[in-house]
């Protein structure tokens, strides 16, 4: 019992820790404060454990208990199965003979490209750079705090690495992945007709979401899964484990 119970403090307590660290270097998200949802429980358990043991004899502790048993079981399960098919998907070698690229936006500071951004734009270079003749379609609209649209922060990124602003096309109307697609799929088909082939650059864990995304819009879009930042990572798993679930339930893919 003894060694439960340091275990319950010392994973409950690096959960709490690691949502406190990302606070001060990352903007707050879900995933950021997931590990600290998860880990409160395990620590004030791990805390009052002799007390809380007698709780658990009674029926209502039972209950409680089983519960809580359950619900880590099943959620370590599913970061262990679906996060197996998101690391699958975000290594994908992309099909090399597309006819259009688009770059799904995040976040930006100002009218600065975050890490997360920068990333997602460096793999599209990469993959403009071996396919020459491809489309650019840089896809993010304005949201609060952002003084310009994402797909305009991301125009600036590529006109400054030398991209011909000839091959670049702006979708500024989006703001979800849904919204990137739909949005982006009009300019690519206006253009190029509706047999296109497609590719879709996003941060790692996101491509199998959003190519889950694309199939239920009955788009059919290969994905590049560019770097993560490195000390996101795990939080991004956890939080894009659960995403996918709620996605699944609401019927969006």
């Not at 809580?68 to 399960?77: E, H, M, P, T």
């Not at 290594?91 to 976040?107: E, F, M, N, R, S």
């Not at 819009?217 to 991004?236: T, W």
Request: hydrophobic content about 45%.
């Amino acid at each position: 019992m003894k060694l439960m119970r340091t275990v319950l403090i010392v994973l409950g307590g690096v959960m709490l820790l690691d949502t406190a660290v990302l606070c001060c270097l990352s903007n707050l998200n879900a995933g950021i404060v997931l590990p600290a949802i998860l880990g409160l429980p395990l620590l004030l358990i791990g805390l009052f454990f002799e007390p809380l043991r007698a709780f658990f004899r009674t029926r209502l502790g039972a209950v409680v208990k089983w519960a809580l048993i359950l619900g880590y079981g099943a959620y370590a399960l599913l970061l262990v199965v679906i996060g197996s098919l998101i690391y699958s998907e975000a290594h994908q070698t992309p099909p090399q003979d597309a006819d259009a690229i688009v770059v799904l936006g995040c976040g930006i500071r100002g009218e600065r490209v975050s890490l997360t951004l920068k990333y997602r734009l460096d793999a599209a270079l990469e993959y403009i750079g071996e396919n020459p003749d491809v489309l650019v379609v840089l896809s993010g609209g304005q949201g609060p705090q952002e003084d310009i649209s994402e797909a305009e922060a991301m125009y600036r990124y590529m006109s400054a690495r030398g991209v011909d602003q000839s091959r670049l096309r702006k979708e500024d109307k989006s703001t979800s992945t849904s919204e990137n697609f739909r949005y982006s799929m009009e300019i690519i088909e206006s253009e190029l007709g509706d047999n296109a082939n497609v590719v879709f650059v996003t941060t790692g864990f996101h491509v199998l979401r959003a190519e889950l995304v694309a199939a239920k819009l009955s788009i059919r879009a290969d994905g590049i899964g560019a770097s993560d930042v490195s000390y996101l990572s795990p939080n991004n798993y956890m939080r894009e484990t659960l995403v996918i679930v709620y996605y699944k339930l609401r019927g969006m893919i």
